[in-house]
């Protein structure tokens, strides 16, 4: 009877082990593997923008079972703070990275040691001078600069007197808004002159002492180009304050004071990304990649753009919903 019953026993701690699984996985075919973590770093946090980005990380996180880490500089000018940003990920040991750098010369050794340990990188928004990468997921920012020129140069007419807002020096995505908009004013509008422009730096307050300054130096002008979200809140601003909206504004992006400036008839047109797609495409390269595939070299993520007679074409109504 003894014997029977160590028998019985035993067969029933078989039963419980083999229904149980082994340590570590879950049951319904699981495996208990972990979620890839995939840290995203933005060039900031602060502006509507860079949020777009977000939601859109977030929804290929949802969508393709990985855990989404977001992380960016204050400051859109902080290049020490966004390799630093990096660097803690390594020691982390996240599974990719989505990246906006700041500088595409500065961040280049930090994009290249990634490359070394085996951790995918897609580059978004901003270009870097690195081959290096999964791939590049942007607006084509040159082509975006080129539409803002001949908008420019349509509401001109073909004359005038105009001034230019930059940005940052050494960032990418800017330099390029700024020459295809250059570029093209110069060779295709030769009676319209670009009389001035001024690094605005990083933030709206520092884009309105930028327009300030060029209004100051320069009371003869038709119109103003800037060439992202903060340089063109700023000029806005500038433009309000001085009560000099007659000037024709080409901006780029499309935060909510954007938005409804274009509405009230006080600038002219919005040149409009989809930061959304951004975000979800840099994930969804990464996300490739750590399975083994090969995600497209370069992604474009479109441009648009918009004037106040075209708002309510249901696709920008669309586009406009995702900044």
Not at 6 to 24: E, F, I
Not at 197 to 221: C, F, M, P
Not at 264 to 285: C, T
Request: aromatic share 4%; hydrophobic share 40%; with cysteine.
């Amino acid at each position: 009877m003894r014997k029977l019953l160590a028998v019985l026993a035993c067969a029933v701690l078989w039963l419980g082990l083999t229904s149980c699984g082994s340590p570590g996985t879950t049951q319904g075919g699981g495996g208990g593997q972990k979620k890839p973590v995939i840290a995203v770093i933005p060039k900031g946090t602060t502006h509507i923008f860079w949020k777009s980005v977000h939601e859109g990380a977030n929804k290929a996180g949802a969508e393709l079972g990985c855990d989404i880490r977001w992380i960016g500089p204050e400051r859109e000018t902080d290049r020490e703070k966004q390799i630093q940003i990096i660097q803690d990920f390594i020691v982390q040991k996240v599974d990719g990275i989505v990246l906006a750098p700041l500088d595409k010369k500065a961040l280049v050794p930090t994009v290249e040691k990634l490359f070394s340990l085996k951790i995918p990188c897609a580059i978004i928004d901003s270009g870097i001078e690195t081959d290096k990468i999964v791939t590049f997921a942007a607006t084509d920012n040159y082509q975006g600069g080129v539409l803002a020129a001949k908008r420019m140069g349509e509401v001109l007419q073909g004359k005038g007197k105009i001034v230019v807002v930059k940005y940052v020096p050494g960032s990418g995505s800017t330099t390029d808004r700024e020459n295809g908009f250059m570029d093209t004013i110069k060779k295709d509008f030769p009676g319209i002159t670009i009389v001035d422009d001024k690094y605005a730096q990083d933030t709206v307050e520092t884009a309105l002492q930028a327009t300030e300054d060029l209004l100051t130096k320069n009371s003869d002008l038709q119109g103003l180009y800037a060439c992202n979200a903060s340089t063109s809140v700023g000029a806005l601003r500038a433009l309000q304050t001085r009560n000099r909206t007659e000037i024709k504004m080409v901006g780029f992006d499309a935060e909510a004071a954007l938005v409804d400036a274009l509405k009230a008839g006080q600038i002219d047109s919005l040149v409009v990304q989809n930061p959304l797609k951004m975000g979800y495409e840099g994930v969804k390269a990464v996300m490739a990649a750590i399975k083994g595939q090969a995600p497209p070299k370069k992604i474009d993520t479109g441009v648009k753009l918009v004037t106040k007679e075209s708002m309510s074409d249901p696709e920008v109504q669309q586009l406009l919903k995702t900044q």
